[in-house]
């Protein structure tokens, strides 16, 4: 699982918009370029001279542990973006829910957690606010409702669907709602007093109607196929298509990658269903035509020479 270490710092939402993608294509090259660099540059040490875990300490306690059907605190309170005290189990009870973790003056892995959930819902044919409720919420109590309607205002604009306003909610909370939530999700995160910086993981999740996470994806970029068969798993199979059905027959969530994998043998035994009806199909059309074929010839022997046409 990457962790991210990022400077916090106010920033316009135009300047965001303007730099998002500029920023994406900087943060896969920094990690492409550390993935391989690193241990070329490192000098060799033997397993005995190997610690234990080489990370800055402030990284040591900072991840997401997998808690899949955890219930989230759904009587926590936090504020909506009006500055309305609303309880988190609000959103739920109708429609799975994302929910996303990320505060909203955070000028880079946040936000680029948030770019690519809006880039991948926008081309999912389901609607938030319909078929699924976005809910964030922000890890940093200095947050107020204000920062949170101003994050909200240009997805929702982005989104550029009717209804997104409100299905996408941007909430901000105090230190224990907070923790509890965090907590729930085995988000650990620390703040740097000295640096003014949060260190945090970055990862959406996918919870059932009742409240209890059933999906976690990780990294910036979520793949449209794995968020949609997320979702249609956490309702039960209530929404989706047949189709969408037999894609879960074939593809299972693999909760060590945070993704949807395709199923070797589902897929031969679908292989082989689907090889079984086309011959069927092949040989009922072929029997019926040669039925037709006989039939025309026997009325034809029994109407005898004088009843043909001359």
Same mark, same amino acid.
């Given at each position: 699982?990457?962790?991210?270490?990022?400077?916090?710092?106010?920033?316009?939402?135009?300047?965001?918009?303007?730099?998002?993608?500029?920023?994406?294509?900087?943060?896969?090259? $920094?990690?492409?370029?550390?993935? &391989?660099?690193l241990?070329?540059a490192?000098?060799? =040490?033997?397993?005995?001279?190997?610690?234990?875990?080489?990370?800055?300490?402030?990284?040591? *306690?900072?991840?997401?542990?997998?808690?899949?059907? =955890?219930p989230?605190p759904? @009587?926590?309170?936090? =504020? @909506? %973006?009006?500055?309305?005290?609303?309880? !988190?189990?609000q959103y739920?009870?109708?429609?799975?829910?994302v929910?996303? !973790?990320?505060?909203?003056?955070?000028p880079?892995?946040?936000?680029?957690? $948030?770019?690519?959930?809006?880039?991948?819902?926008?081309?999912?044919s389901?609607?938030?606010?319909? %078929? &699924?409720?976005?809910?964030?919420?922000?890890?940093?109590?200095?947050?107020r409702?204000?920062?949170?309607a101003?994050?909200?205002?240009?997805?929702? /604009?982005?989104?550029?669907?009717?209804?997104?306003a409100?299905?996408?909610h &941007?909430l901000?909370?105090?230190?224990?709602?907070?923790?509890?939530i965090?907590?729930?999700?085995?988000?650990?995160?620390?703040? /740097?007093?000295?640096?003014?910086?949060?260190?945090?993981?970055?990862?959406?999740?996918?919870?059932?109607?009742d409240?209890?996470?059933?999906r976690?994806?990780?990294?910036?970029d979520?793949?449209?196929?794995?968020?949609?068969?997320?979702?249609? %798993?956490?309702?039960q +199979? +209530?929404?989706?298509?047949?189709?969408?059905?037999i894609?879960?027959y074939?593809?299972?969530y693999?909760?060590k990658?945070?993704?949807?994998?395709?199923?070797?043998?589902?897929?031969v035994?679908?292989?082989?269903v689907?090889?079984?009806?086309?011959?069927?199909? &092949?040989?009922?059309?072929?029997w019926?035509? @040669?039925?037709?074929? *006989?039939?025309?010839? !026997?009325?034809?022997?029994?109407?005898?020479?004088? @009843?043909r046409p001359?």
């Amino acid at each position: 699982m990457r962790v991210f270490f990022r400077s916090e710092s106010r920033r316009g939402s135009s300047g965001r918009a303007r730099a998002a993608r500029p920023r994406r294509a900087a943060v896969r090259t $920094l990690l492409f370029s550390l993935t &391989f660099a690193l241990p070329a540059a490192l000098p060799a =040490q033997s397993p005995e001279a190997t610690p234990r875990d080489a990370r800055p300490p402030i990284l040591r *306690d900072v991840g997401i542990e997998q808690r899949l059907g =955890q219930p989230l605190p759904l @009587d926590a309170i936090f =504020q @909506d %973006e009006s500055g309305r005290a609303v309880r !988190l189990g609000q959103y739920f009870g109708k429609r799975p829910v994302v929910l996303v !973790l990320a505060y909203y003056d955070c000028p880079m892995l946040c936000t680029e957690v $948030l770019n690519g959930l809006l880039s991948s819902i926008k081309t999912l044919s389901f609607d938030v606010g319909k %078929e &699924f409720e976005i809910v964030t919420v922000s890890f940093n109590p200095r947050d107020r409702p204000s920062d949170a309607a101003a994050k909200k205002k240009p997805y929702v /604009d982005a989104y550029h669907r009717s209804g997104a306003a409100g299905g996408w909610h &941007f909430l901000t909370g105090g230190s224990g709602s907070i923790e509890r939530i965090t907590n729930a999700v085995g988000f650990r995160y620390k703040y /740097d007093e000295s640096q003014g910086q949060f260190a945090h993981a970055a990862a959406i999740y996918v919870a059932t109607p009742d409240g209890k996470l059933s999906r976690y994806f990780y990294g910036i970029d979520y793949a449209p196929r794995d968020l949609r068969l997320g979702l249609i %798993e956490a309702s039960q +199979r +209530r929404i989706g298509t047949p189709v969408d059905q037999i894609l879960l027959y074939c593809f299972h969530y693999d909760p060590k990658v945070g993704r949807y994998g395709a199923v070797v043998m589902n897929m031969v035994r679908m292989g082989g269903v689907a090889a079984v009806l086309i011959l069927s199909t &092949f040989l009922t059309i072929m029997w019926r035509r @040669d039925r037709r074929r *006989d039939a025309k010839i !026997l009325v034809r022997r029994e109407a005898g020479p004088e @009843d043909r046409p001359s």
